[in-house]
């Protein structure tokens, strides 16, 4: 094994080449056991500013379900002429159950969804950058293993006014995470924002989501001007939702790791009319549906089939409005009388 020098800590890996040129034998001396979701991952690494990573995106989380662990490593190395610039934002590519996410060739991570693993490799400047680290490595590995082999991941915020569970559905720009977090903020209980999974061994319509994090665009500070000031995620400021805030920075909004979905609700915020909801078919809504449900899992149109089925158990809405009260007090008046 190459030993890490502990006041380093990053590999250099131009002065081990000769010995290990894949870095195949290198230690990763430190582990920790995550839970992102409540499915257990056991990360093994070479920096502690990995672990520290990971805490704060996953520390909060206790296990929840009964899996062996899925694995993740990320080493780091030294940076080539000690560059402190950070990459362009990450590629994503997959063929035969095996997916790559590669910024340049000494940033990238892999998952192979067959074996359950995913490694890669970081330098040292993204080591020391733990919101690009994170949203582009760590909680994206940890994340697809987590959808391709024990959730399917659903591209919905989850909140749960008065106990009874909703999925927000729409396309990228519907309006999802504005209407959650200013639900929240008016009493519904926030599960996620923006990513809702339902575990692949249930019957139920059971959803867990990230209710520790909430992530925005930057143009939400003209509705809430309390992220104003807020950090953006490098590399992402001008087409991802960028400004994180943690809900425990959020005061007086309930949160909860589940619910159990009741209805499915798609937005439409630039309703011309008169504001409603209205009931809408199962078939309308299908592709959308199909194309937002991430599965990479070995025979995942099987997979699919079944979480479709269960989601199908619930009501499905559409939300027609413009002015963002009137939207949360129609879906208190749904959750409160069922109609």
Known sequence: MVKIEEEILAIDAEAIYAEDPLLSKVDFPLQSTIFPL??????????????????????????KFEHPPLELRIGVTKDKNNSADLPPAPTVRMQWGQLVNIADANNFVTIDFKAGRSFGWITQSIAESPRY???????????????????????AACVSPFGRGMLLCGNTGA?????????????????????SFMPLDREDRLVVG????????????????????????????????????????????????????????????????????????????????KRSLTFTAVNSQTVQDDVLRRLFDAQVLELRYQDLNWAIDRLNTLAQTGY
């Open 210 to 289: 990230n209710y520790h994090r909430l992530r925005f665009r930057s143009s939400a500070v003209q509705l809430f001007p309390e992220l104003e000031g807020r950090a953006i995620t490098p590399r992402v400021a001008s087409s991802k939702p960028t400004i994180e805030v943690p809900t425990l920075e959020v005061p007086d909004i309930t949160t909860a790791d589940s619910a159990v979905v009741d209805y499915l609700i798609f937005l439409n915020r630039n309703w011309a009319g008169s504001p409603e909801i209205t009931p809408i078919s199962r078939q309308a809504v299908l592709p959308w549906l």
């Open 133 to 155: 680290l994170r949203y582009y490595f760590l909680d994206s590995a940890a994340l697809g293993l987590v959808s391709g082999l024990r959730a399917g991941c659903l591209h």
């Open 38 to 63: 409540g499915f257990p991952v056991r990360l093994s690494t070479n920096s502690p500013a990995v672990l520290e990573a990971a805490k704060i995106s996953w520390g909060c989380f206790k296990q």
């Open 175 to 195: 309006g999802k995470s504005t209407l959650a977090y200013a639900g929240a903020r008016a009493g519904w209980t926030l599960v996620c924002d923006d990513a």
